[in-house]
C-alpha cells in the first residue's frame, strides 16, 4: 500500500471485552512500532519490532497487553479484558531501519479505542 | 524519567523564527522530534544521537547538546503549516529501547 493502515479506524467496546488492532505497514518496512496517546495527553511509546521480534515487552503498560508481527508485515495489538483507561487513540508508524536516524517513520492514521 | 518541554506554548507571527528545548536529568542517547497537528497522526521530524549532531528538515533544525542533556529545535521563517504541538522523545544511554515523549510544545503561527 502506500501508506501505514490500521483497522478498525473506530471501535468502541465495553469494559472487560478484549479488542484486537491491526496495523498493516508500509511494504518492506522492517521496523514498525506502537504508540498510545490518550484523550487531550502526550505520546506514549509501547513496543516496536524489528522484523517480528519484539526485544522489549516492558513499554506495554499492563500485562492485558500483547502484540505480535507476523511475516515481517502486519501487526496486532491484543488488549484483553479492556479497561476504561484503556480509551486512546493506538497509533503505529513503520520505517525501513529502525530508529533510523535518515530514515523517516511514517504513521498511519491511528485506532480511536473508547472502552464504556 | 519525562523529559522537560520549553516553551510550553508560544504563538508567531509567519516569518519570525522560534526555538523549542527539550532537557532531560539524565544522560541522552537519542531525541526524537515530531509534530502533530489537531485530530491528526503526529509526523515524524528528525533523530538525533549523541555527539552533539545537528539536522536539518526543511528550515526546521535541531541539535543535540550532549554536555546539557538537551535537544534545541529550531524553526526559521516560520510558516503557517508549522503550526501544531512538538514532542520530543529522549532514550538514555541505558539503551533501554524505551522512548519518553515530554509533555509538548504548542506553536501557533499567526499569518
Known amino acids: 500500500g502506500a501508506g501505514v493502515s490500521q483497522s478498525p479506524s473506530n471501535k468502541v467496546t465495553e469494559k472487560g471485552k478484549d479488542v484486537e488492532l491491526r496495523c498493516d505497514p508500509i511494504?518492506?518496512?522492517?521496523?514498525l512500532y506502537w504508540y498510545r496517546q490518550s484523550l487531550g495527553q502526550g505520546l506514549e511509546f509501547l513496543i516496536y519490532?524489528?522484523?517480528?521480534?519484539?526485544?522489549?515487552k516492558s513499554g506495554l503498560p499492563s500485562d492485558r497487553f500483547s502484540a505480535e508481527r507476523t511475516g515481517g508485515s502486519v501487526s496486532t495489538l491484543t488488549i484483553q479484558r479492556t479497561q476504561q483507561e484503556d480509551s486512546a487513540v493506538y497509533l503505529c508508524?513503520?520505517?525501513?531501519?529502525?530508529?533510523?536516524?535518515?530514515?523517516?517513520?511514517?504513521f498511519g492514521p491511528g485506532t480511536r479505542l473508547l472502552v464504556l | 524519567q519525562q523529559p522537560v518541554q520549553s516553551p510550553q506554548a508560544v504563538i508567531l507571527r509567519e516569518g519570525e523564527d522560534a526555538v523549542i528545548n527539550c532537557s532531560s536529568s539524565?544522560?541522552?542517547?537519542?531525541v526524537h522530534w515530531y509534530r502533530q497537528k489537531h485530530g491528526e497522526a503526529p509526523v515524524f521530524l528528525m533523530i538525533?544521537?549523541?555527539?552533539?549532531e545537528q539536522k536539518g528538515h526543511e528550515k526546521i533544525s535541531a541539535s543535540f547538546n550532549e554536555k546539557k542533556q538537551q535537544s534545541s529545535l529550531y524553526l526559521t521563517a516560520s510558516q503557517l503549516s508549522y503550526s501544531g504541538t512538538y514532542f520530543c522523545?529522549?532514550?538514555?544511554?541505558?539503551?533501554?529501547?524505551?522512548?519518553?515523549f515530554g509533555k509538548g510544545t504548542r506553536l501557533h503561527i499567526l499569518p
Open positions: 508508524a513503520s520505517s525501513a531501519i529502525l530508529w533510523g536516524t535518515q530514515e523517516t517513520q511514517y
Open positions: 522523545g529522549t532514550e538514555t544511554v541505558d539503551r533501554d529501547d524505551k522512548i519518553i
Open positions: 511494504s518492506g518496512h522492517t521496523a
Open positions: 539524565k544522560a541522552l542517547y537519542s
Open positions: 519490532f524489528q522484523g517480528n521480534s519484539a526485544p522489549d
Open positions: 538525533l544521537l549523541k555527539g552533539g
